[in-house]
């Protein structure tokens, strides 16, 4: 009795130590969470703006924060397995070898020969680890790259050859996990090997120098061999888990060390010269960073609100109107990247910014680009000559009406620095020569007024073996020093404006076939709204509003499905896996169990030699059924890890295909970091960490009936006390589960926001820069990550608790069975007595672990959970037109009749267009004018059929057929359209103009003379195939609206669609 005691107070003393050590673990690994989390912010903040297209994108860091800080954070709370389990090893090595004497010398030689096995097999795993994170970077990076550039996708019709670009590489991906996954169960294989190899080898020696088998001594063996299984079990998990850290610490490194600040803008070799600036700066970027906050906040940035000098901001920037006409006033939120924003709203709110900062330096890179010019002439008016009076302006445009607002005028040409006169009618001749080199009289005039002038063209800087870039990143350009205190920069006064206009050198050789191209008759060029009107039948209504959100929100709230997690979602992963496939992991973890407990009972079979054999005959039958064990084991970890893969890979496969199906509302009313964040780290939980968590539960749920099974038949009174024992277990099980649950609900929820401000910050880094706002986003994301611990350390609490509580019941159930055995011991034979022990040790031991591990697969379901409710959403339809609808070549004429056209963006808002009516005649060029937000982009949206629901009335007929019956992709493919925000993936040059493949080199190269950018890429080896970048950042916002003309040349389908197509470009283009 004395004994059952100290069995049940080690129990619980083990328990105690345990727990305590698995807490501070997890405290760790969080703080370790945060830190480095903390550490790719700051340094994302402060590399090289340079070399930061090259060493990081969305994808890549998105894997940073969240895959690979999560392979450290497994790693701080798990290694501790790999290195103790050698002492552990070496201790009950020691026990054996006292309990067998000589006897267990060649078990424990066996098990030390052996342990080099799943160190190498776990090299494997980081090898295959390191290979299968490539393609998940391309992958992340690619989706990150279609949400951006969603409409470009949907314009084009291009989401089938995008999501078969997406499965291959998700293919690749899959093909190494499922190598990863593998292996990691092979090396849990080995435990189903060694250690009953180990035993027989122990029971045969024991058996051939003895003559017989004692049952205390074979039965306290297989006691220790059931601790060093366990050993064997967590040993290898704790050298994967160091292996995957090692490779993403090496990842991480390889970011980290990145260098910060370069010395110059451009990157090239400073010859002579320098730019120092110790003031603030504001900054208005060509394309403008909006992000997800309110516009109030958007403009603010940081800064202290000021209501009256806020007011005055917002009507020199021409923002009044539109401020009025949303719901919230300026407390709408806007929407990732500004989505439920025009492109004049956008650089608007983003002058808003530069004029509110106290800054007296500012700086507008090309800001008027996507304005009308009533628009821009009130920004001139209010704004250059306004508010920014007394502050030093610096600002690059490429239109000539602001150039009055200038003291000084200066242009670049060929590396040049060329001061021009203030006159507007000379500067707006000047414009005009660049523009027509034919003009001999202008250009006679322009050269007398500079020689009498005396302007003297100043050299830039000399070019060597580069080019002067279009467009120069302004805050590039600075290059802060602490200890300077002047500002130096070569101005006539402290409160100047200096313009610079970047204008091309047409090559006159290159001729523009663009009008024989289209072949478009000489018909008169009609105007809608109010200007000069052809006699077609013109009725238009089309309201100035913009897209209004409820209570000014325009994204939605995160789903968060509460309480169990539903029988249709663990359904809907059998499925994605194949239900035969399941049933055949669940027929090997059976057959393996099986084995195992045939095994321990065989053992007491040839103890108490009831046949009466040789040594020989019950030696051969506990081979057999190791080699059984064995062999079920191996198969279970080949079909398990392909079942779980086949489940993966469908899921991700419907969510992509009903994220992109999706209407553009979803993507207005989701910010990308939320929908990546289940792209990337909801798929990492069901590719990697769904599996193993599942395959402990199954494999200690089934050792549990096993070990049951065997007790109950041995001794029946045992089913006594299992009915309270699992009643207590299943008690706080539910307990734990309907708050763990939540708890890791609301860890995915909170996890969004932290990868949407990564996302945001990669965006705006040169605004953030610029604003010196690298403090307060650094406290951004602090809080953001505290409001995430929160739910993480709660979690890992409760966990504790569970653990705590599952131990004290296993205890409880090791000294039952222990005093049941000494009070039966006149009535079980003592091989039958041993088998009971042990299998008594290993169920409480199984028991609460499987428990623990059903509550984390159900957690870990929780991403099922999420990744099914986007492969639910309602998409766009039809897919497809009905057969004989339309003709392959239609439309053939290109007429287009918009009969009493009324949309609205949701059917909750009003509408933006009302009941338009008129027609387009085949061959005519259309113009359609109107203010910023007032309606254009909508009527554009409604012939491509990206908002259509049913506050939507009307007809738009195409050649006579409704557009509602033809299928989006149908439809979408047969229009050409060139958009005001030009969008190019980061794929090839090919890939980017024809993702079809139905065009030959010959008519890309056509395409591209066409809009003159050939020339720029012929230089580089094989140019078609050359890489544009992430977002097209090897050419200027000019050049990929060129490329977006040179799409819309190659699909020779009319109409054609030119939303401000020319708003980046210079005026000679």
Partial sequence: MFLVITIFIAVTMQSIAQNNLFSLSQRLSMKVRTIISMAVHDKLLSMNLALSNKVINEGKLLNLISNDTQKLVDAVGNFHFAWFSIFEILVVSAFIIMEARASGVPGVVFVLLCQPIPIVMSSGVRKFRMEAIQYTDERVRMLGDLIAGIKTIKFNGWTDPFLQMIGRIRDNELYWIRRSLCMKFLILVLKDGIVPIASMLIFCTSAKIHGHLSASMSFSVLALLGILSRVLNFAPTGIQYAGEALAAAERLQCFLRVSNYCEDFTNDKCLEGACMVERPVAYAPQQPWIFNDTIRNNILFGSKYDPPYYEKVKTACCLDYDIEHFSASDDTEIGDRGVNLSGGQKARISLARACFSSAQLILLDDPFAALDPKTVSHLSQYMLRGILQGRTVVLTTQNYRVLDCCDKVFMMDGGTLQQLPRNNQVLKLFWNVKSDNDKEEDREI????????????????????????????????????????????????????????????????????????????????????????????????????????????????????????????????????????????????????????????????????????????????????????????????????????????????????????????????????????????????IDELLPITAQNMLENIVGCMGSIFMITALVPWFLLTLPPFISVLFFFQRRYTAVSRELKRLDGISRSPISAHFLEALQGLTSIRAYKMEENMNKRLANLLDRNNSAVILFQHVSRWLSFRLDLAAAFCVTVTAFLVVMLHDHIAPGIAGVILVQSLQLTGLLQYGVRM???????????????????????????????????????????????????????????????????????????????????????????????????????????????????????????????????????????????????????????????????????????????????????????????????????YFPMNFRSSCSWTNIMT
């Fill in 446 to 685: 322009i050269d007398f007024a500079l020689k009498h002038e005396n302007f003297p063209n100043q050299s830039l800087t000399t070019v060597v073996d580069s080019q002067i870039s279009i467009s120069l990143p302004l805050t590039l350009s600075i290059n802060e020093h602490k200890d300077a205190q002047n500002l130096n920069i070569s101005v006539p006064h402290e409160n100047s404006k200096i313009l610079d206009s970047s204008v091309w050198k047409e090559d006159d050789t290159q001729k523009n076939d663009f009008d024989s191209f289209f072949n478009v008759n000489s018909q008169d060029l009609s105007y809608i709204g109010g200007f000069e009107n052809s006699e077609m039948p013109t009725h238009s209504n089309i309201s100035g509003q913009c897209v209004n959100e409820d209570n000014g929100i325009s994204t939605t709230k995160e789903d968060r499905i509460e309480g169990l997690v539903a029988w249709k979602t663990l359904k809907r992963y059998f499925k994605a896996g194949r239900y035969s496939n399941f049933l055949l992991v669940f027929g090997t973890f059976i057959c393996t169990q099986a084995a195992r407990v045939i095994l321990t009972y065989w053992l007491a079979v040839w103890v108490d030699n009831v046949f009466h054999f040789q040594l020989g005959f019950y030696a051969g039958i506990y081979a057999c059924i190791i080699a059984g064990a064995t062999l079920f084991s191996a198969s279970r970890a080949y079909v398990y890890s392909y079942t779980t893969c086949v489940a993966a890979n469908t899921l991700h496969r419907e969510m992509t295909n009903g994220i992109f199906y999706s209407p553009l509302l979803f993507f207005q009313q989701n910010f990308s970091g939320r929908v990546l964040n289940r792209l990337s780290k909801d798929q990492a939980s």
């Fill in 854 to 1052: 059903a509550a984390d697969t159900e957690n870990h379901f929780t991403s099922v959970e999420r990744i099914c409710a986007y492969t639910d959403l309602q998409g766009e339809r039809p897919l497809r037109t009905a057969i004989s609808l339309i003709s392959d070549n239609w439309p053939t004429e290109g007429r287009i009749s918009f009969i009493n056209l009324t949309m609205a963006y949701r059917e909750d808002l009003p509408p933006v267009l009302n009941e338009v009516s008129f027609e387009v005649r085949p061959k005519e060029k259309i113009g359609l004018m109107g203010r910023t937000g007032s309606g254009k982009s909508s009527l554009v949206l409604a012939l491509f059929r990206l908002v259509d629901n049913r506050a939507c009335n009307g007809s738009i007929l195409i050649d006579g057929i409704d557009i509602k019956d033809v299928g989006i992709n149908d439809l979408r493919q047969r229009l050409s359209i060139v958009p005001q925000d030009p969008i190019l993936f980061n794929q090839t040059i090919r890939m980017n103009l024809d993702p079809f493949e139905r065009h030959t080199d010959t008519e890309l190269v056509e395409a591209l003379k066409a809009v003159q950018l050939f020339n720029k890429i012929r230089k580089w080896d094989k140019p078609l195939d050359a890489v544009a970048g992430g977002d097209g950042i090897e050419f200027s916002v000019g050049e990929r609206q060129l490329l977006c003309l040179a799409r819309a040349i190659l699909r020779r």
